[in-house]
């Protein structure tokens, strides 16, 4: 039979005797779901630009003898989409290392109070078990944060518990152009009975890999060289070991084959207006190659939030002219940018395999960038050099 135990509660009457903090958090009584008072990053209004913070359980939980957990909470939230986050995070060893369980992004979630529910099975097993609530904003836009009531932490005594699945790509689809090694953390209470990759390759069939190599819980998969370009989808699978053969699956991650040159240093610093009625017309990047290269893929890091919606841009690929752009060395084409409300900072992915002709065997500098020919597109801008050429 399975026996549920709660390992902590704490509905905020009492303050925060029990949590360290930083930052701004503090208890609140503008949106209560029980009580008086609830937990919140900014109980006073607006939260601050520029602000990192945590709010840490001083308890420390065991749960050597558990074989699953759980977090519940009420929640509500409204938190600048995109680019400031509140992440749920729990750590096995006392807080030497902390695993985020559950992210927290997006505006205007203040009406209804959502009722939360968050697997801890990655925990279990484990005798100092702590958590925390991790704040980040960035220089931009403020809103009113995160509110948090009626938190409860169960165990129980049945493993009902998908694995934990943890990895961590290279950003903005960077891949390489030989074998693409993926590894990836795997933790369950029961063991893990199996593990595979699957993958495909310009939207083509499926392709299962099993790991290479195990060590631990971290599972090495290789995904096999791909031509240049290749546009290749992946998620992880795995199964339990516990009766229930519990079964959880990644998210999809994506990469480019080939050399990847990078000018983005992963921080937006500013967003960027371009229109085709004045002002910023367009923007071109430099790079200088490292001898004679084939550019198969662009990207180009757009914007869009609710108000800032985009039109396509028109890419371009010139010459270097005296390090201004020169000629066209292809015919300018046009493309609608993949940010969205979900990913307003998506990397847009230009396919340059069919002007393979025209872009094999460059070298020294070129440029790419684009032009708006109709209506308005926003950017997404970083500070520094970055590696331009």
């Not at 509140?86 to 205007?108: A, D, H, I, K, R």
């Not at 904003?137 to 944060?145: E, K, L, R």
């Not at 499926?206 to 096999?224: M, S």
Request: aromatic letters at 12%; glycine letters at 8%; a negative charge.
């Amino acid at each position: 039979m399975s026996a549920q135990t709660t390992v902590y509660a704490d509905d905020f009457e009492n303050g925060l005797g029990n949590w360290t903090t930083s930052g701004q958090w503090g208890t609140a009584t503008s949106y209560v779901y029980n009580g008086s008072y609830s937990l919140a990053d900014s109980p006073s209004g607006l939260y601050q630009n520029n602000l990192t913070s945590t709010c840490t359980l001083d308890s420390v939980m065991d749960l050597i003898a558990a074989l699953d957990a759980n977090v519940y909470m009420r929640v509500k939230y409204d938190i600048e989409n995109g680019f400031d986050y509140c992440y749920l995070e729990m750590s096995p060893n006392n807080g030497s290392t902390w695993t985020t369980l559950y992210t927290f992004n997006g505006q205007n979630n203040l009406n209804t109070w959502t009722n939360l529910e968050v697997s801890a099975g990655g925990m279990v097993g484990n005798s100092s078990v702590k958590l925390r609530l991790r704040w980040y904003s960035d220089a931009g836009f403020q809103a009113y944060g995160i509110y948090i009531d009626s938190l409860r932490i169960v165990s129980d005594t049945t493993d009902n518990a998908p694995p934990l699945i943890v990895h961590e790509p290279d950003p903005h689809f960077e891949g390489q152009s030989d074998t693409n090694y993926r590894e990836v953390t795997i933790t369950d209470i029961s063991g893990v009975a199996s593990a595979t990759l699957t993958y495909t390759v310009d939207n083509g069939p499926q392709n299962v890999l099993n790991p290479i190599d195990t060590n631990g819980d971290v599972f090495t998969f290789a995904i096999p060289p791909q031509d240049a370009g290749a546009w290749v989808d992946y998620f992880i699978s795995a199964v339990d070991s516990s009766a229930q053969q519990n079964a959880a699956n990644s998210q999809i991650y994506q990469y480019i084959a080939g050399n990847y040159i990078k000018h983005d240093n992963g921080t937006v610093s500013f967003v960027q207006s371009f229109s085709s009625s004045g002002g910023f017309t367009g923007a071109a990047n430099r790079i200088t190659l490292d001898g004679q290269s084939t550019l198969v893929t662009a990207l180009i890091r757009n914007y869009t939030d609710i108000n800032n919606p985009n039109d396509s841009i028109e890419i371009h690929i010139w010459s270097d002219n005296n390090g201004n752009p020169g000629t066209d060395l292809i015919t300018p084409f046009n493309v609608f940018p993949e940010a969205n409300l979900l990913e307003p900072q998506r990397m847009t992915r230009i396919d340059l395999r069919d002007y393979e002709a025209q872009l094999d065997s460059l070298q020294g500098s070129i440029f790419v960038g684009f032009l708006v020919p109709q209506g308005t597109a926003w950017i997404c801008e970083t500070t520094g050099a970055n590696g331009r050429g």
